[in-house]
C-alpha cells in the first residue's frame, strides 16, 4: 500500500508546521473468530480491515491521527491535521527514502483463511462437548476460537521503510463446575504464531477436558492455610509472576511519570542473583513475537535484570528520545487507531540450574502453584495480588491435596529477592496484555521457582 503513494509528499505536510519526527502507519488485516457458550454458537465473524495512522513527535509531545480512508488525498488531509497539533518552525530535515525491509517472519504451514469457517464453528461445539461430557458437574462451558493475518508497512522521516506480517491463532476453553454453593472455574489456552496447525499441538478436545478437570479437581480442594509459606511456582503457572511483579514496573513510559518503583534503580540489586528477566520479541513463533514493533523498530532481546541487577527498561522511540537513548522495539500498538505505546513482547524469568523435582522436595511445608489465576500490580510502589487458579500442598517434599481459593501477595523487588531456587525448565503462558485501553497478544514464563516467603491468603476452612 505505502509503496502505492507518494509517502514523502505525506510526511511533509504532517511536519508542514514544524516537529521532529514523523511516520506513517498502514495496517491490512483479516480475521475470524468463533464463540460458543452454553451449548450454543453465538458469535461467528469473518471480516477484514485497513487503515492509515499519521504521527508527529514535537517537543516530545504527540499528534496522531487515523483514517480507513486511503487515498492519497485524504491522507494528505489527514497529515494537515496532525500538523495542527504542532507548534513551532518547519521541519529542516533532510528525506532519504530507503529500500524496504521487511521482517523475516516464520512459515506459516496452514493459512487460517484457507480452512473453511464452518470447520472452525465445528471446533469450538466439538470442545463443548467434550467438556461437558467429562463430568455431570459442568455447568457451563465456553469455546472460543481466533484468528488473525496482519500485514503492517511503516515509513518515517528518518527514512526508514519497514514491512512485516504476522499469522496468529488461538483456542481458548473456559469450564465452571458447580457443587452445592461451591463454584470453580478451569481455564485453558493455546495460542501462537502459527496458522491451523497449531492444533497439532492439541486437540480442541484436549484442551475442554485439561479445563474441564481442573475446575472439577477444585470442587473438592479445601481452603489453604494463610500466612507467610514458602512457595513453588510451577513452569506451568504462566509467567504471570514476571508479567506483573516486575515486567510494566520496566516499561519506560511508567518509569519517567515516575509510577513505577524501579525508577532510578539501574545498577541496584533488584532481585535474587539467581533471576534474570528478558524481553524478547524474536522467539519462534511465539504470542508476543514481530519482526518490527509498531513503529518499524527492528524486535528484539532486551536483558533487563542479570543476576538480580537492573540493567534497563524497555521503550519506545518517544521515551527513548526523552531519556536520550535507542528504541529497544517495544512500541507496541492494538491497531492503526492506536499510537504506539511501551509494551511487552514475550517476557521471562531465565532458566536456572535446579532439578525441578528436586525444587519441590526441599520444601518441607508449603504451597505449590501449578496454575496463576488473574493479577494486579500496583507499580508504584511494587505491591501485587495474584490469584492462583490450581493449588495444592506440599507436605515433607510431596504435592498433596488440592486447595481452592488462594492468592499471593506481596512486593515484587521484596519477592523477587527471595527466589532460592530456579528450575532448568521454562514454561510458558499466553495473553492479551491491556494498558492504555489497548491490549496487545503477549507471552510471559518462567522456570520452576521456589520463594522462600510470601504472603499466602484464602483463609482456612471452618
Not at 481455564?187 to 486437540?203: H, I, K, T, V
Not at 505505546?341 to 531465565?350: D, F, G, P
Not at 517434599?397 to 527466589?419: D, H
Request: charged share 25%.
Amino acid at each position: 500500500m505505502l509503496e502505492t503513494i507518494d509517502v514523502e509528499a505525506i510526511l511533509r505536510r504532517a511536519l508542514s508546521a514544524g516537529g521532529d519526527f514523523a511516520d506513517i502507519y498502514y495496517e491490512d488485516v483479516a480475521f475470524s473468530s468463533v464463540v460458543c457458550e452454553d451449548g450454543k454458537v453465538e458469535r461467528v465473524l469473518a471480516a477484514s480491515e485497513r487503515g492509515i495512522g499519521i504521527r508527529v513527535i514535537s517537543e516530545l509531545c504527540t499528534a496522531y491521527a487515523y483514517s480507513n480512508q486511503l487515498s492519497e488525498e485524504s491522507l494528505l488531509l489527514l497529515a494537515e491535521t496532525v500538523s495542527r497539533g504542532v507548534r513551532g518552525g518547519a521541519y529542516r530535515g533532510d528525506f532519504d527514502l530507503r529500500g524496504r525491509e521487511t521482517g523475516a517472519g516464520y512459515p506459516i504451514a496452514i493459512a487460517p483463511d484457507q480452512v473453511p469457517l464452518a470447520e472452525k464453528v465445528a471446533m469450538v461445539t466439538r470442545a463443548d462437548r467434550a467438556a461437558r461430557g467429562f463430568d455431570p458437574r459442568i455447568r457451563q462451558v465456553m469455546a472460543v476460537y481466533r484468528d488473525s493475518q496482519a500485514k503492517t508497512q511503516t515509513v518515517n522521516s528518518l527514512g526508514e521503510f519497514r514491512e512485516d506480517q504476522v499469522t496468529a491463532t488461538l483456542f481458548m476453553v473456559q469450564a465452571v463446575a458447580r457443587e452445592g454453593a461451591v463454584a470453580q472455574t478451569g481455564y485453558e489456552p493455546l495460542g501462537a504464531e502459527r496458522g491451523f496447525e497449531l492444533f497439532d499441538q492439541a486437540s480442541p478436545e484436549e484442551l475442554a477436558l485439561k479445563a474441564a478437570r481442573r475446575s472439577v479437581t477444585m470442587l473438592g480442594a479445601r481452603k489453604p492455610p494463610s500466612g507467610q509459606l514458602p512457595v513453588v511456582l510451577s513452569s506451568e503457572a504462566g509467567g504471570t509472576m514476571v508479567h506483573e511483579a516486575i515486567g510494566h514496573g520496566l516499561e519506560a513510559d511508567l518509569v519517567q511519570a515516575g509510577t513505577s518503583v524501579y525508577k532510578g534503580r539501574i545498577g541496584e540489586q533488584v532481585a535474587s542473583e539467581l533471576v534474570s528477566v528478558i524481553d524478547d520479541a524474536t522467539i519462534p513463533h511465539a504470542r508476543g513475537t514481530y519482526g518490527f514493533d509498531g513503529e518499524g523498530t527492528p524486535g528484539q532481546r532486551t536483558v533487563l535484570v542479570e543476576g538480580g541487577v537492573l540493567k534497563g527498561y524497555m521503550y519506545d522511540r518517544l521515551s527513548a528520545l526523552k531519556d536520550g537513548c535507542a528504541s529497544t522495539g517495544n512500541g507496541r500498538r492494538e491497531s492503526y487507531r492506536a499510537r504506539p505505546i511501551v509494551r511487552m513482547s514475550n517476557t521471562l524469568i531465565a532458566p536456572g540450574t535446579s532439578d525441578p523435582a528436586e525444587i519441590v522436595k526441599s520444601v518441607v511445608s508449603g504451597l505449590f502453584v501449578r496454575r496463576m489465576g488473574g493479577g494486579q500490580v500496583n507499580t508504584v510502589n511494587g505491591n501485587f495480588v495474584f490469584e492462583v487458579s490450581e493449588g495444592y500442598l506440599i507436605e515433607n517434599g510431596v504435592v498433596g491435596e488440592p486447595v481452592r481459593g488462594a492468592t499471593l501477595t506481596g512486593n515484587g523487588p521484596g519477592v523477587l529477592k527471595r527466589i532460592t531456587m530456579v528450575g532448568n525448565d521454562l514454561g510458558f503462558g499466553i495473553g492479551t496484555c491491556g494498558k492504555d485501553g489497548q491490549g496487545v497478544p503477549v507471552a510471559d514464563a518462567q522456570p520452576t521457582l521456589l520463594i522462600s516467603g510470601i504472603t499466602v491468603g484464602g483463609g482456612k476452612e471452618k
